[in-house]
């Protein structure tokens, strides 16, 4: 049995939200200081992604550990109580997270995860490794360029070379 009657129970669970959660600030804040900018919930892409990076290519979902079942997680429980609801619920988010993330591989993007429990739980104090990461991949599928052209000679003179755009293959770069 449920602890709580009806209508308390679908008050407490009015107040989840689906976007704008603690875990969702926290990473949009860290990766905004970090000089990232990025779009939130864009309603055009398959599952409205929680940032979307479009210069990058890169979609950012944070994933709260119960609605989509993180593996071996303590916090991906199932209820005690209407246990088939709970399960064909979580079990349809599984199947449309998977969707979404072939639509939008297909379409080009780098699709990245984030789990609550890593932002909440796991970074609580110090967030900086998570971030680091989460640049690492974002930038690890970016290519290279340096720019050379070339000039005419000019009356005798010395010719002059300039950089044209030359792709370099994905090789993270340690200065960014």
């Known amino acids: ?6 209508e308390k ?41 929680d940032i979307v990076l ?15 079942k993180h593996e071996a997680c303590k916090y991906a429980h199932i209820p005690k109580t209407n246990t088939q609801f ?12 998977k969707i979404n993330t072939e639509k939008l591989t297909i379409a080009g993007w780098n699709v990245l995860i984030v789990w609550e429990c890593e932002v909440r739980h796991t970074y609580k104090r110090d967030i900086t ?3 680091d990461n989460l640049i690492n991949s974002i930038l ?15 009356e005798n003179k010395i010719s002059i070379v300039a950089e044209e755009t030359f792709e370099y293959p994905n090789t993270p770069n340690k200065t960014d």
């Open 140 to 154: 690890e599928n970016q290519p290279r360029k340096i720019s050379m052209k070339f000039y005419e000679e000019r």
């Open 129 to 131: 490794p998570l971030i």
């Open 86 to 97: 709970w399960i064909d619920k979580i079990t349809s988010n599984n199947e449309r997270d």
């Open 54 to 68: 479009p210069k990058y290519k890169t979609v950012i979902f944070v994933h709260g550990c119960f609605w989509h």
């Open 9 to 49: 129970r679908s008050q407490v669970m009015s107040k989840i939200r689906s976007k704008n959660t603690k875990p969702e600030l926290a990473l949009r804040k860290a990766l905004f200081a970090r000089g990232f900018r990025f779009r939130v919930n864009d309603k055009r892409l398959p599952g409205k992604p």
């Open 1 to 6: 049995m449920d602890i709580w009657d009806k």
